[in-house]
């Protein structure tokens, strides 16, 4: 009986990625068309952020991101891309074995913290703009995430094992910079555990410390990154069975699963009373009230941004 009242909703799940889809930036990246030749055929390069920061010079960043983001909204308006991109990476690069540290301004966790303020204002088009974003940016990957595959290691199965000193005065503060003053529309939990507990499923970085700490609100919305959910169950062993894992995630506060472990084991979740009907309301309203906020919705009045063709 629960099923039968709530199956269509729970379903709605398998809509969102679509109206959502995300994608690194404007480059050869999923969810991004670019032309053979003429308009929309290219789009402008700039050095990789660990170059970035390192020019200390925090207007210069802004104004690439602006850039940037005037080029993702007119490639949107032209039907080659969405609104939300997966960028930008401001986990502390703290060790040169990680592979992925030129995606980061650095290993200095203040530096970090006002590059992100910059970037997002330019990217977003602001601190919390009204009524519209420019477009969605995303800062990842939250918390403790800094390492790939070492010596039989990989990120899908390791537990960061981080003092609550070491996460609030180096691993956090460009997130808190991020959520905190930034108003970044978005926050990808990682593959990692913190502490035991995998991070799209710990309450405590995703409600605690991100929502009610720094005041991440309802019309913004927590991704897991691609298979994370998934990993709560085959790769961490945190829960018993995927439905549970789903039901770990979505309750902890992730709102969006990229992956298939939402659609596929929600509504399984849901039959067996592992989710209710208002966990599933919370989360689609901070995903709906994020569409409207950056016109996915809306264009379809004829509304157009004001910075983009």
Known sequence: MVVGSFGMFVHRFRLLPSLMYVKHGV???????????????????????????????MELIKAIAVVISTEARAFSNAGRAGLDFFTPNINPFKDPRWGRGQETPGEDPFLTSQYVINLIIGLQGGIDPRPYYKIAADCKHFAAYDLENWEGIDRSH?????????????????????????????????????????????????QDVLRDFWGFN????????????????N??????????????????GTDLDCGTTYSMYLPKALEESLITRADLEKALTRQYASLVRYVTILKFATIVYKYAP
């Open 27 to 57: 480059a050869g990246s999923p969810g991004v068309t670019f032309a053979s030749s003429g308009n929309f055929s290219s789009a402008t390069s700039f050095p990789q952020p660990i170059v970035l920061g390192a020019t200390f010079d």
């Open 158 to 206: 390791f537990d960061a094992k981080v003092s609550l000193q070491d996460l609030s005065e180096y691993y956090l503060p460009s997130f808190q910079s991020c959520v905190r003053d930034a108003k970044v529309a978005s926050v990808m939990c990682s593959f990692n555990s913190v502490n035991g507990i995998p991070s799209c499923a710990d309450s405590y970085l995703l």
């Open 218 to 233: 309802d019309d913004r919305w927590v991704t897991a990154d691609c298979d994370a959910v998934e990993n709560i169950f």
């Open 235 to 252: 790769t961490h062993n945190f829960s018993k069975s995927l439905a549970e894992a789903a039901a770990d995630a979505l309750k902890a």
